[in-house]
């Protein structure tokens, strides 16, 4: 069986989680394919990842419902499996539902994670079906990001996100990167978007490069923000 997972960088895991660097790279051996999702096409691992998935038939995905970057590569593995692989059998582990602070595998311990392989299911044809549908969709839309409202991932305009980013930012007059995104993105949970290295700083630097936020002071490489 070939076991998936979305690949975070081991930088952003230390950052959130008591874990050391050697026991997440233990953790990360355990999965034998990962996947990131930024730009989605374009990875250098995409070809490899189609390679690795003729390989097989059984596969095991492990996500969380309530991570945008999660549930955006949960659907894209079953597209992936689905055109490479005839008749496979999909089983999936969404963890958020048996713990709704876990918003990827890789921030768990190994007890933790086989505690989870006994909640895993297996997908029917038509809950693949349908899955894939729905991401074919989400691809005609070809909206600037997919992120999660309402509990669903659908289409959203960079300018949705970036007023909401602006408007949060206006409260201050100055913080840093890092303290904005913590306080105003990631704990509010906004657009359940989980990444600090990844989707916020990646949208922040766009508003920065667009002359929308201004850098206002630099202190031990953290730069500050001030509304523009």
């Not at 409260?171 to 990167?177: F, L, N, V």
């Amino acid at each position: 069986m070939l076991e998936l997972v979305r690949r975070e960088e081991e930088k952003s895991l230390l950052e959130r989680t008591s874990l050391k660097f050697d026991e997440i790279y233990n953790l990360c051996s355990r999965f034998n394919a990962y996947v990131c999702i930024y730009p989605i096409t374009k990875l250098p691992g995409y070809q490899q990842l189609s390679k690795e998935l003729k390989k097989h038939k059984e596969f095991r995905i492990w996500y969380s419902s309530i991570s945008s970057e999660d549930l955006n590569t949960y659907y894209y593995l079953i597209n992936q499996i689905y055109n490479n692989i005839k008749n496979p059998t999909i089983y999936i582990i969404d963890v958020s539902k048996y713990n709704k602070n876990i918003n990827n595998i890789l921030s768990c311990t190994e007890k933790e994670i086989e505690k989870l392989i006994k909640y895993q299911r297996k997908l029917s044809l038509k809950e693949i079906e349908d899955t894939i549908n729905y991401w074919h969709q989400l691809q005609l839309e070809n909206g600037d990001l997919r992120l999660i409202e309402n509990k669903k991932l659908i289409s959203m305009s960079y300018d949705k996100v970036d007023k909401e980013i602006l408007k949060r930012l206006s409260k201050y007059e100055e913080i840093s990167i890092l303290d904005f995104i913590n306080k105003e993105l990631l704990v509010p949970n906004l657009f359940s978007v989980t990444e600090i290295y990844g989707t916020w700083n990646i949208l922040i630097k766009k508003l920065i490069n667009q002359n929308k936020i201004r850098i206002v002071r630099k202190e031990y490489q953290i730069n500050s923000l001030g509304y523009k």
